[in-house]
Every structure is written in structure tokens, then in C-alpha cells.
């Protein structure tokens, strides 16, 4: 390092992309747990490719990972990045336009053969035809080096192109001053019992970094210090871990086993995957044969008095509707987890949106209210899943939890809590003994909350009918009575109503009144908060605010609204929310919409306030 000259930067964003084979997850993932031990703060943003096999080196294949890592609070992997890594002629053509002007771009020269170029829609080499000068250019021979690095260890060269990864990793290492030994270990572990491949893998990652040591151009280092962060214990975290998380901290408050029921659907099924691996929590898992049968599976373990969930994606939630319909009907505590992606149908399966709000909020047959939730960003996942749960249990309602992709894949620094301060969540079964003399009416009704009585079946003296048809106020016998439907329509609407009662208050950031609120909801929480920092840092007195509770709405969201000039809603989607306000509130809004399949940038909410104070100050 003595005799290195060393810029210091408060942020850098990396990209890393090419072949869905080329293991850029996994090199992006190690080095934002090499950022995150640093000390630093991190956020991520992987994409994956649509196809599941696309043809290799081809546009549709191309697989990316975004990091920013900054010495400063942050929310957003990046709107572009500063550097990027290209390991083959299509990852370049498909992200070359996102790196910022003056950029770095390291490019695998070794695989822009003339197949590779064609496969890209080049006619001629980008490297070659001067078209790539307005960025920092470093061609490397990352496919040579390291099969020239495994040969040595007896590595064929196929086995060896899978190492270049490393050798990628171990040069960015180099250059961003990041130490080997965090991912030297992670090797050791994750291919332990192949010490071939530890040997290999870890050559190829020491190779990379000698390269950059020996090489003029890279005798530069830049170096980003750590962040402030609360002290404490921290890991990374993307969205469907911690979600997986907190269902597990809430049923162990409630002291009851957490069933979980689901049917396979990116890109909720990690959810799936890391819950089945903890039965060791008391943790039940079905991998049910279609989304009805994890619906039905959901509901039969809340009626047996498990802290029942399901999780899916759109698709999978028009598949559960009726059965949804019938938790409500049946008043049984539930939380169906919605990661959604691009729609409809099948739509982008591996991109992220925001456009099951309405779905959540109106999409069931007949009047069907229920609480809505959503996530602001991957630690955030933890608390939402374990309130959904104290909310069902305590109104005894199915209660929707909406992430998104965006959110489920991304990673960041998670203070891990102290479990001790979690309050537990009271199950309150009706017993007989409990009710004395008195007669069991299934649907007498807490004069708070109006959660009906919850016994669960096979309590001697308290046998009660189930099932979709209309249920007497008190008794819960099938009644066709049109005052009594009428009633109980009524009633589970106010009872929906009333778990505002239980939110905490609303946390506005910036001034308390004034010119522009931008209010979001879901994952656009981290472009909306930097553009609101950074406005606020230049003298612009906006105010954000990210709302968790989508239905019912917190009782002081109207009069915050109206504190303000004007109110942007940023969402990806064509203005779900929007439309959702003006009917609640009759405010009119302005609405900033994306539906690309990609998460907002910081500059996109940033132009569209200043548009709209520049037209205030007209007016």
C-alpha cells in the first residue's frame, strides 16, 4: 500500500454481470460480505435472467449483481454504476449504458471471440473500434490466467472457466482495497469436502489480486472507510430470509409451532427452502402439489391452532382467492406472504413490482376486507412478518404481507435484535373450562378487538360448524338470514377497521409542513428516502414518508397529507396507491410511475419534485 496512491471515496457501486454460468450472485454476494465485515454499509440489487437456460453468452442469459458500499448511511444498491465487470460481449451490450460517464469497465477480453460478439449483436468488437473511450477500460485475460493458474492442480478447462469468477473477485479486491482471507474462508466451507475445488477456487482468487498487483494501470487504490453504524451485532440479510425470520421469532412468542404451506413460485420459494431447514424450531413445512392445496393446507393448521402462513407471488395469490375468502368467512388468523414480480400472468417471473396492491386490497369475491402490510426493505421484512402474525392473531383475519422481488433479493446490514424485547403474542384459546355455565357461541366477539371466540376443533364441549356459507351472528350456524349476512359483513369490515387502533405513529422525515411530501409505500422506501436527503442537504424543504399499513390506512395519514402543498407518489406500477388515496381522501395526487420490471432510481423522484416545486413557484 506504501507505494500505492489511495483516493478515498464516501461510495462505490459495482456491477458485476455476464453468463447465468458464470457465478456473478455468487462474486457479488462475497464481496458485499467482505464490504459488510469491513464495517461499511451495503446494499445490493441482483438480477436475474428471465430464462432458465438461455443459450449461453446470449442477451437473455445475462445475469447481474449490483453492491454500493459507502462509509454513510444508504438505502439503495446505486442508480448507476460506477464500475462495471463484464465477463463476456452480451453482459456488456446489456449494461454498458448504465455506467456513469468516466466509469470503470473490466472486461474478460478472452471472451469476445467472434461467436460470443455475434451472439451480443456486435458487428464489430467494442474493444477494438473506439466506441468504449468515454469510459476507463481495462482489458484482462481473466479466461487465460486462470486456466493457466488450475492447470497446475490437474483442473480441465471446463472445470477451470467456472474459477475465473474468483480471479474476477480477487482483482476487484485489489483495487477496492477489500482482504482475501473473509472469502479464502468462505471457500474452505462451502467446497470443503472437494479439496480440489478449494485449491482451484482459491488460486484463481489470489491470482486475480496478484494481477491487479503487478499491473501499472491498477496502482491506485480507493478506499471507502466505515460507516456509522448503531453498535451491535450484524449480518446480511436479504428479504425472504428475514421474512423466514420473523415467522419464526413470532411463533416462538406465541408458543406454538409455525406451519408453512406452499407450492414453489420465484421468488418466494427461498422462503420455503430456509423454513424447511428449521425443524429444529418446531417448524412444519408442505411443499403442496398447487397453490390451492397450500391455501387449504394454511387454513386447516389455523383452525388446529398452528401460527399458520403461506407464501407465493401474484400469480399464486389469484390461485388461493377463494380460499381466501373462506379464512375470512371462518375468521381464522393467518398471514399469506406476497413477493411480487411483473405481471400478469406469468409476466417477469425474476423482475420486481409493486402492482399487486390492488389485489391485495379488492381481489376476493363479495365484501372480503383484510389488513394489508407491506415491507419497506429487506431487514424490515423481519418486523412486518412478526406485527402480520400479532395482527391475525389478535383480530383473528387472514393478514396479507406484500415484498416484492426487489426487496427479497436484496441484502443489507441487519442489526440483529434483541429477542428478549419482542412481546409476546397472546394466543387467547377458548376452553371449556374457561367459559364456566355459559354456552359456546363461536362468534361472541371481543368488545375491542371484535375477534370472535377461537376454539380449536376437538375441544370436548365446544364443537362449532365450519366452513364458506354465511354464519349466525353469535352461534355460527349456516344462516341465509338477509339482516344477519348483512350484519356480519358489517362486522368484519369494523373489525378490520380496527387494527389501526394498534399502529404506531407516522414517521415523517423532513419538515412537518411545507411545498411537497413524497409518500411511498413497499421498496420504492430507499429511492424516496435518498432523494428526500439529498433535496433536504441542497435547501429543498421536501418530506418523505414510506407507509407500512396499505388497509386499513393509519388514522393520521389524511391530515399529514394535507399538511402539504402538493403529495408525489412514486410506485411501480401504473398508480395503485394514487388511486387508492383520492378515493379514500379525495386529495389529489401526483403520481411518478414505473413499471420496467427494475426498481426506481434516487435521480428519477429527484427530477420529478423538482418539476413539480418549479411549477408551484409559477403558479
Known amino acids: 500500500m506504501a507505494q500505492r496512491d489511495v483516493q478515498e471515496l464516501k461510495s462505490v457501486t459495482i456491477r458485476f454481470a455476464g453468463d447465468s454460468g ?77 455506467l456513469v460517464p468516466g466509469g470503470a469497465l473490466f472486461v474478460n477480453e478472452d471472451a ?50 467456472r474459477c475465473k469468477n474468483f480471479f474476477a473477485l480477487g482483482l476487484l479486491y485489489f483495487v477496492y482495497d477489500r482482504p482475501l482471507e473473509p472469502t479464502m474462508e468462505w471457500i474452505e466451507g462451502k467446497f470443503g469436502k472437494s479439496p480440489d475445488l478449494v485449491e482451484a477456487n482459491t488460486a484463481a482468487l489470489k491470482a486475480g489480486y496478484n494481477y491487479g498487483d503487478t499491473i501499472e494501470a491498477f496502482q491506485t487504490a480507493y478506499k471507502v472507510d466505515k460507516a456509522q453504524l448503531a453498535p451491535g451485532t450484524y449480518r446480511s440479510m436479504n428479504g425472504n430470509l428475514a421474512t423466514a425470520y420473523g415467522m419464526i421469532v413470532a411463533a416462538q412468542k406465541a408458543g406454538r409451532p409455525l406451519f408453512y404451506g406452499s407450492y414453489p413460485i420465484t ?77 400478469p400472468s406469468t409476466g417477469l417471473p425474476t423482475k420486481t413490482e409493486q402492482a399487486d396492491l ?16 407491506a415491507s419497506r426493505s429487506p431487514d424490515d421484512c423481519f418486523d412486518v412478518a412478526i406485527e ?34 419482542i412481546e409476546p403474542i397472546e394466543m387467547d384459546f377458548l376452553t371449556r373450562e374457561g367459559l364456566g355455565d355459559e354456552p359456546h357461541l363461536p362468534y361472541k366477539r371481543d368488545e375491542q378487538t371484535l375477534a370472535r371466540n377461537w376454539a380449536i376443533p376437538g375441544e370436548p364441549g365446544l364443537e362449532h360448524r365450519v366452513g364458506g356459507l354465511e354464519k349466525d351472528y353469535l352461534t355460527g350456524n349456516v344462516s341465509y338470514d338477509p339482516e344477519n349476512h348483512e350484519r356480519m359483513i358489517q362486522v368484519r369490515a369494523e373489525k378490520v377497521q380496527r387494527v389501526a387502533q394498534d399502529y404506531g405513529p407516522l414517521q415523517v422525515q423532513g419538515p412537518d409542513s411545507g411545498p411537497l411530501l413524497i409518500l411511498g409505500w413497499g421498496s420504492s422506501y430507499g429511492a424516496i428516502t435518498s432523494a428526500g436527503e439529498f433535496m433536504r442537504e441542497d435547501g429543498i424543504p421536501v418530506a418523505n414518508l414510506s407507509i407500512r399499513h396499505l388497509f386499513p390506512f393509519h388514522r393520521e395519514l389524511e391530515a399529514t397529507m394535507r399538511r402539504y402543498d402538493k403529495v408525489l407518489v412514486p410506485e411501480l406500477n401504473c398508480g395503485q396507491l394514487s388511486h387508492l388515496l383520492r378515493a379514500e381522501y379525495l386529495i389529489e395526487v ?26 408551484e413557484k409559477a403558479v
Open 358 to 373: 390492488f389485489q391485495a386490497v379488492l381481489g376476493r369475491n363479495g365484501e372480503a376486507p383484510l389488513p394489508v402490510l
Open 112 to 161: 469476445f471471440t467472434k461467436s460470443n460478439l455475434k451472439l451480443a449483436g456486435y458487428e464489430e468488437n467494442p474493444l477494438e473500434d473506439g466506441s468504449l473511450t468515454d469510459y476507463r477500460l481495462f482489458k484482462v485475460p481473466m479466461s487465460t490466467i486462470t486456466l493457466e493458474t488450475v492447470k497446475p492442480l490437474g483442473m480441465g478447462k471446463k472445470e477451470g472457466e
Open 388 to 421: 402480520a402474525v400479532r395482527m391475525a392473531v389478535k383480530y383473528r383475519t387472514p393478514v396479507i404481507m406484500l415484498s416484492d422481488g426487489y426487496i427479497a433479493n436484496g441484502a443489507e446490514p441487519w442489526l440483529v435484535p434483541d429477542l428478549d424485547t
Open 267 to 343: 421468488p418466494a420459494s427461498d422462503i420455503l427452502h430456509e423454513l424447511s431447514r428449521q425443524r429444529g424450531f418446531g417448524v412444519k413445512t408442505f411443499q403442496a402439489e398447487d397453490e390451492i392445496a397450500a391455501m387449504g393446507s394454511t387454513i386447516g393448521a389455523a383452525f388446529g391452532g398452528a401460527i399458520a402462513v403461506t407464501g407465493t407471488s401474484g400469480p399464486g395469490v389469484a390461485l388461493k382467492s377463494e380460499a381466501i375468502g373462506l379464512a375470512i368467512m371462518a375468521e381464522l388468523p393467518m398471514v399469506i406472504v406476497n413477493v411480487q414480480r411483473g405481471g
Open 22 to 98: 458464470d457465478g456473478m450472485q455468487l462474486t457479488g454476494n462475497r464481496f458485499t460480505d467482505t464490504a459488510a465485515l469491513i464495517g461499511n454499509d451495503v446494499a445490493t440489487f441482483p438480477d436475474y435472467p428471465a430464462e432458465i437456460r438461455a443459450p449461453a453468452g446470449s442477451l437473455p442469459g445475462v445475469s447481474g449483481f449490483q453492491v454500493q458500499f459507502s462509509s454513510r448511511d444508504i438505502y439503495t444498491p446505486g442508480d448507476a454504476p460506477d464500475v462495471l465487470v463484464a465477463m463476456n460481449p452480451a453482459a456488456l451490450q446489456r449494461n454498458l449504458k448504465e
Open 590 to 615: 401526483e403520481s411518478l410511475t414505473k413499471v420496467r420490471g427494475l426498481p426506481f432510481k434516487v435521480v428519477e423522484i429527484i427530477e420529478k419534485s423538482k418539476q413539480l416545486l418549479s411549477t
